[in-house]
């Protein structure tokens, strides 16, 4: 049985934090996560069926390929749904995979719910002893930052973390996330991320942010600064979605070191050899770098 929030309230964190560890894999290895997408497209393109056994293979070839390189891996939740029961088992297989090869996990299920469903979605993905468990999860603010709370508080008690959307690579994303003007939705995020990373010592506090590297002059234009959130800015739209380091270094700006680049397809297209995927990352890292 899980053990209860009351428990856990009253016990030191188990592990050191999440973004102490992430802070530390981004100096090591540098600024990129590589995405874990297996599309029934790519998999056709690797030889693989799409089925589980198709899955595994390509997330562990993934896996073998970039888990000494990138400082984190990020499977896709729903392209591991798909395949039901079955896929969710490779999921977990691959979670385990990550944390023997050394890098971290971030599972971008994009969960949000009211705060009672929220605590089972917090178990499910960040308690010890769940087979599903990450060293992080994405998770969606639109049923009210604060709805997130059961995730905020078992993740800084496990030592791992959380990427709250704020401003995704989308294009309809403007559509909610822009309203408000000086006072949009995402500024809010943003704040209440901010205020969150309060309660972490170090270089990076738990509570990231995901901020697509395609939204050109959105912090400008809504008067958002990413520095005092002290979080990972976790930031897709790279490759495959147009977005290059030049884009990222502009968007971004001073918050630039904070930022963990994700791209999925833009590298998996190398595969399914492992060298080849190996320096497709390790190009996409050099141009992140210079
Ligand atoms: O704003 C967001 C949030 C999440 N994503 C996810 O990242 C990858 C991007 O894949 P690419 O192949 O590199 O385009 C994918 O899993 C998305 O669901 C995002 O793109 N934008």
Same mark, same amino acid.
């Given at each position: 049985?899980?053990?209860s929030?009351?428990t ?14 992430l ?11 590589v ?5 029934p497209g790519l998999l056709?393109?690797?030889? /693989?069926?799409d089925d ?5 293979r390509f ?14 891996v ?10 039901g ?7 977990e ?8 090869a050394g ?5 971008d ?7 009672s469903?929220?605590a089972?979605?917090a178990?499910a993905w960040l308690?010890?002893?769940s087979? /599903? ?8 603010p ?8 059961p995730?905020?508080?078992l993740a800084a008690?496990?030592?791992r973390g ?10 309809e ?8 003007g000086?006072?949009?939705v995402?500024?809010?995020i ?5 205020a969150?990373n ?9 509570v990231?942010?995901v901020?697509g590297?395609?939204?050109g002059?959105a ?6 600064? /990413? ?11 790279l ?9 990222l ?7 630039y ?22 320096a ?7 141009g992140?770098?210079?």
């Amino acid at each position: 049985m899980p053990e209860s929030a009351a428990t856990r309230q009253t016990q030191q964190p188990v592990r050191e934090s999440f973004g102490s560890r992430l802070a530390a894999a981004m100096v090591e290895r540098g600024p990129l996560c590589v995405g874990i997408d297996p599309h029934p497209g790519l998999l056709a393109d690797w030889g /693989l069926n799409d089925d589980a056994a198709g899955l595994e293979r390509f997330s562990l070839t993934v896996v073998e390929a970039v888990g000494s390189l990138a400082a984190a891996v990020k499977p896709q939740v729903a392209l591991y749904e798909r395949h039901g029961s079955a896929g969710m088992a490779v999921l977990e297989r691959t979670l385990a995979a990550s944390a023997e090869a050394g890098v971290l996990s971030i599972a971008d299920a994009k969960r949000g719910d009211i705060g009672s469903t929220m605590a089972a979605y917090a178990d499910a993905w960040l308690r010890d002893g769940s087979s /599903l468990a990450a060293d992080s999860v994405t998770l969606s603010p639109y049923l009210g930052f604060e709805s997130l709370r059961p995730a905020l508080d078992l993740a800084a008690h496990y030592g791992r973390g959380v990427f709250v959307l704020a401003l995704t690579s989308n294009p309809e994303g403007k559509s909610v996330q822009h309203v408000g003007g000086d006072d949009s939705v995402a500024r809010r995020i943003v704040a209440a991320a901010a205020a969150e990373n309060q309660r972490y010592d170090g270089a990076l506090g738990s509570v990231g942010l995901v901020v697509g590297a395609t939204i050109g002059s959105a912090l400008k234009d809504l008067d958002i600064e /990413l520095g005092p959130v002290r979080g990972a800015i976790l930031a897709p739209g790279l490759g495959a979605q147009g977005a290059t380091p030049a884009d990222l270094r502009a968007t971004f700006g001073g918050a630039y070191p904070q930022v963990l680049a994700t791209s999925s397809r833009g590298i998996l297209a190398a595969g399914p050899s492992v060298a080849a995927l190996r320096a497709a990352a390790e190009e996409t890292l050099a141009g992140l770098r210079s």
